[in-house]
């Protein structure tokens, strides 16, 4: 059997009788098998060269944050001339982990950035922990699951690193970069946009990937703005350093086989793991907060941090007590919207200025990545500029479900994680037994590991499901 192209549904093979289909309309992974044996053969796999565009275009991105810079980055690669507009004077990231799943991974492998982070680490595991022991209560096994279902890894990296690695693949490929350039100012018709020292620039679409803050959003929904609101919790960000663990026999262990380690009870979850090529361990302690951030006094996080988790597993709480510096944050959720374009088909935002949402799926950026790898799919696939309204209609049709439903997936956790000791916790940990002993599950709690919850998040193909919507849209073959 040769293969010869996936470009819809379906697998195609040569058979005895000539080409065939292999198609399913129902829900199946029954063939991926068939997929996975034609990918070596195939180009479009991590090493894939995207296609050119058929109409190369000029594009202003706004914001150097992980949204921008993946957009730059698959739009460069695909020849477009592609400018990045961002208001701070070198790269910012707050925070210092995240975790880069496999539906981020299998695009930034092939836009050729992975061999530019310096140091992904890449966990065994993930363990949810119970609250008060420790003991291992969901269990996620990452290698070689991820590689082998979704034919991409499971990384988690320091914040900075990740970042410097989309800026140098996006200057390895031409994108000009314009740093110290705040915009004040939107025309979403014409598209321009304004500096803040006043010089205007044009462009053929201009791309608002400025974060949870955007002006870009109020500029393309103008009184449909919806802000994102607080969603009743909160975040301590911190980083330990790995010495003082490793010298503790109680907390050398987290070291010692890279993995992820989530502890939840109620109301509250810490989750941990090892960045940075294993010199820095990263703490994110999550809460429910239901006051106001202005009154949070950050001089007295570190304490309040120690408290919040003070009756929590004794190794957790020595972790946390080697915390030497942390931020609270509140952690906030875009509100569903109706458009990410202007009604011009000339302006879309996209990345957290779309749809920031809780962390509680590790999805905020790589949602953000996956937008980048449908846009920049379309705009190399329209024939002529009269088309781009169309292309960023068909974006938003394709990216608002997915967004939405990746924020509800996030919501969801921050019921599941956080039950007080009752009927509802100990059905959970029940639930999630098969998995954490090694047995069969066709279902689980932990999102992590339910096979269709995985398959939905981890399996999807940003560029592949943008070729699908183009080709149902225009009636065009795809090469
Ligand atoms: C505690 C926590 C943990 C998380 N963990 C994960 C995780 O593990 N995995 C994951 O995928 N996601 C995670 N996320 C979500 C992720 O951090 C965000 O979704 C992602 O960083 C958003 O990227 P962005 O580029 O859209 O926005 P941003 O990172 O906010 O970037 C926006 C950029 O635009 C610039 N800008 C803003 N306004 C202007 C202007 N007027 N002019 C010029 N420039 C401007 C800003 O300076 C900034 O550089 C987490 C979030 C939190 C809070």
């Given at each position: 059997m040769t293969y010869t192209s996936e470009e819809s549904e379906g697998v195609v093979f040569e058979g005895a009788l000539g080409p065939k289909k292999l198609t399913a309309s129902y829900p199946t992974r029954s063939l991926e098998f068939l997929k996975k044996l034609y990918q070596s053969t195939l180009p479009r796999d991590v090493d894939e060269i995207a296609q050119l565009a058929e109409c190369p275009l000029n594009i202003i991105i706004v914001g150097a944050g992980i949204g921008g810079l993946a957009t730059a980055v698959a739009l460069a690669q695909r020849g477009h001339d592609v400018t990045v507009f961002e208001q701070a004077p070198v790269l910012v990231e707050v925070g210092a982990g995240i975790q880069v799943p496999p539906n981020s991974t299998k695009l930034l492998r092939r836009w050729g950035v992975?061999?530019?982070?310096?140091d992904f680490v890449e966990p065994k595991a993930i363990n949810f922990r119970r609250w008060e022991n420790g003991a291992v209560i969901g269990h996620t096994q990452l290698i070689p699951d991820c590689r082998t279902a979704f034919g991409a890894p499971y990384y988690v990296v320091h914040r900075a690193h990740y970042q410097q690695a989309l800026y140098d693949r996006a200057l390895e490929l031409g994108v000009n970069f314009r740093m110290n350039s705040r915009i004040n100012t939107y025309d979403a018709a014409r598209p321009s946009l304004t500096l803040e020292d006043g010089k205007e620039h044009v462009a053929d679409v201009i791309i608002g990937a400025d974060g949870i803050n955007s002006n870009a959003r109020k500029a393309v929904l103008g009184i449909k703005d919806k802000p994102p609101v607080l969603t009743g919790f909160a975040a301590y960000r911190a980083t330990v350093n790995t010495s003082k663990m490793l010298a503790d026999p109680d907390t050398r262990w987290l070291l010692e086989n890279p993995g992820q380690n989530c502890w939840i009870g109620e109301r509250q979850h810490a989750m941990t793991y090892v960045i940075a090529g294993g010199s820095t361990f990263n703490v994110v302690l999550s809460h429910s907060e239901e006051s106001d951030p202005s009154s949070w006094e950050q001089e007295t996080a570190i304490e309040d941090a120690n408290r919040r988790f003070a009756d929590w597993d004794p190794c957790l709480t020595k972790v946390i007590g080697m915390i030497e510096t942390t931020l609270k944050w509140p952690l906030m959720s875009g509100q569903a919207l109706d458009r990410w374009t202007s009604a011009s088909g000339r302006m879309v935002i996209l990345g957290d200025a779309a749809h920031a949402m809780l962390p509680y799926m590790s999805q905020g950026a790589a949602i953000a990545v996956e937008d980048a790898g449908c846009l920049a799919t379309l705009l190399s696939l329209i024939r002529s500029t009269a088309e781009l309204p169309a292309a960023l209609e068909v974006f938003e049709k394709i990216r608002i479900p997915r967004a939405n439903q990746m924020q509800e997936a996030s919501a969801v956790n921050s019921k599941l994680w956080h039950f007080a000791d009752g009927p509802e916790q100990k059905a959970r940990d029940e639930a999630m037994r098969p998995e954490v002993e090694g047995r069969h599950f066709l279902q689980s709690p932990n999102q992590w590991s339910d096979p269709v919850t995985q398959a939905w998040c981890y399996g999807y193909d940003a560029e592949e499901e943008a070729r699908k919507a183009w080709t149902q849209w225009s009636g065009r073959k795809i090469q």
């Open positions: 992975e061999p530019h982070v310096k």
